[in-house]
């Protein structure tokens, strides 16, 4: 399935995807990073905010926490297990 996912208001600057590929993780200059879900595209939860730009995000192994850097010169964490849990999007075979 090909589907546009729309909702950054800025440039995108990165994506990953999770390991069971299911989740998308994306970053833009509108210094939001968004969870998206592959398996219908629609955006999971609210957009996690950011003091500036998103440059780059990444996907812990087990896919509970990403981490993404931002122009501000930090790095941030987010557990998003509950989010992916409240979806039904959580892996349960990673423990």
Not at 46 to 65: A, N, R, Y
Not at 71 to 87: P, R
């Amino acid at each position: 399935m090909l589907k546009a996912l729309t909702g950054h208001t800025g440039a995108v600057c990165a994506i990953a995807v999770s390991l069971d590929g299911r989740v998308l993780a994306s970053t833009s200059w509108d210094k939001t990073a968004r969870l998206w879900n592959l398996e219908n595209g629609e955006p999971i939860a609210l957009p996690l905010q950011h003091p500036d730009f998103d440059i780059c995000v990444s996907f812990s192994t087990d896919g509970k926490i990403i981490a993404t850097g931002c122009w501000d010169h930090n790095a941030y964490s987010w557990d998003i297990s509950g989010i992916l849990e409240e979806v039904g999007l959580l892996n349960p075979a990673v423990s």
